[in-house]
Structure formats: structure tokens, C-alpha cells
């Protein structure tokens, strides 16, 4: 069973706010939990290097989802820019291929033998918000949405890369196909008290527990609570009594 620090460990606060200022405010209301912070696109256009580097001051693992997609030479320079912020974790799209995945492992160790720390990098396999009409009928891939988020996650695996950003109803059948050590990190996490809002492929904290994954994304379940720390002080006590 999970000691609290080590559920919260386990838990990516989404910080998906307009401004820094904002993201500040949850800050303080969540001092002294070491949750891991995720940082998306919104923030970090918004609020800079300079905001990830406040959450490294502030003790806190980070998260840099920026979801990369270009031509493998773009990707090893965003990397590498990426890397020498000092994140622990940020990501690119598996649809990219695997020459731009390597691309951005190549802009990771150019960081890291100028002194930077290593970051993990994973991929991006189907968002949680795609449905099997959508994968099929808009994107234009065939098959089921777990047979795409497979082939994915074999490719990032074959590519170097430490695990992927999949739904936590792919955890068990990735870690089959890629090994307990292949990292998941899954999106679409709500406690059964919390509103679905706009995802499709959702799970419980404790069911994606028992699933196997190793880190789970909340956002709006905590971010948008009246109390957040409340909230995410419920989510730690389920994870922690979850057998």
C-alpha cells in the first residue's frame, strides 16, 4: 500500500491556467504535498522558462507538456532547450515517427553532456479526448483506439524513449506489450465524485492503480474544486487505502 507521500509522488497536478498568478494561487493552497506539477501549452506560452524555474526552486518535479511534432531537426533543438530548463519529464508526439523521436533523445544528450540532468521523455500516443469515431472517421487510422496507442507505444519504446502519455484503459496492455518498467503517464484520471467534462477514456484513481500505471494527470477535479487541497488530499487518502 502507498504511504500519502508516495500517492502524491505518484499524482501530475495540471496546472492549466492563463497566467502564472493564477497557478500561484493553487501553489500556496497546496504547499507541502510533494505532488509532481504539469506545466501545458497554455502556461507555459503564457509564463516562460522563468515559471518553470520557480517550480524547480520550489522543490517540485516538473512536468513540461508541450506535446512536440515537427521535423526531427526542430525537435532536437526544442529538446535540447527544454532540457537545459531543468525539467524532469516533457514529451513529443509518437505520430511524429521514430526518427523525430530519436531527434529528441539526441537534443537531450547534447543538453546532458553540458551539464544539464537528464529528463525522461515520452510520447504521446491517442489523447484521451479521441474517440474510436474520431480515430477512425477524422484522423483516418484504422483499427481499434488501444491497437493505435500500441503500435505507438512500441514504436516510442523502440525509439529510446521511457514510456508514453496514454489513457489509463491502455495501461495493462501497454506494460504487457513494452514491460512493467515502460512508463505510463495517463491523462483522463477522474475520482468517481468529479465530472467527466470533455474526456472520453476516463478511470478512477484507484482503478488506474490497480491497472499499473505510474503516474496519473489531474486537473479540473482538483484545479476547479472549491477546495483544491481538500480535493486532492481525498484523491491520496483513496489511493492510500486502495488495496
Known amino acids: 500500500m502507498l504511504t500519502k507521500d508516495q500517492a502524491a509522488g505518484r499524482i501530475m497536478v495540471a496546472l492549466d491556467y492563463p497566467d502564472a498568478g493564477s497557478a500561484d494561487k493553487l501553489l500556496r493552497e497546496l504547499e507541502g504535498i510533494p505532488c509532481y506539477m504539469k506545466v501545458g501549452m497554455q502556461l507555459f506560452y503564457a509564463a516562460g522558462p522563468s515559471f518553470v524555474d520557480s517550480l524547480k526552486r520550489q522543490g517540485y518535479r516538473v512536468f513540461l507538456d508541450v506535446k512536440m511534432h515537427d521535423i526531427p531537426n526542430t525537435v532536437k533543438g526544442g529538446a535540447n532547450s527544454i532540457t ?10 509518437a505520430a511524429g515517427g521514430s526518427a523525430m523521436m530519436k531527434a529528441a533523445l539526441e537534443g537531450v544528450e547534447a543538453a546532458v553532456a553540458g551539464g544539464a540532468e537528464r529528463p525522461a521523455v515520452i510520447a504521446v500516443t491517442q489523447l484521451t479526448s479521441t474517440s474510436q469515431e474520431v480515430l477512425n472517421g477524422e484522423i483516418g487510422i484504422a483499427g481499434t483506439v488501444e ?8 514504436l516510442a519504446q523502440e525509439a ?8 489509463p484503459i491502455e495501461v495493462e496492455a501497454i506494460k504487457a506489450a513494452c514491460g512493467a518498467s515502460f512508463q505510463t503517464v495517463t491523462p483522463g484520471i477522474r475520482p468517481s465524485w468529479a465530472a467527466v467534462n470533455d474526456q472520453s477514456r476516463i478511470m478512477t484513481p ?9 503516474y496519473m494527470v489531474i486537473g479540473r477535479p ?14 491520496i487518502e483513496e489511493m492510500t487505502t486502495h488495496e
Open 160 to 167: 529510446g524513449l521511457h514510456g508514453v502519455v496514454a489513457s
Open 147 to 154: 491497437q493505435a496507442v500500441l503500435r505507438y507505444a512500441k
Open 206 to 214: 484507484s482503478d488506474a492503480l490497480a491497472q499499473g500505471t505510474d
Open 84 to 93: 537545459k530548463l531543468g525539467v524532469d519529464m516533457f514529451n513529443v508526439h
Open 222 to 235: 482538483i484545479t476547479a474544486a472549491p477546495s483544491p487541497r481538500e480535493a486532492l488530499e481525498k484523491i
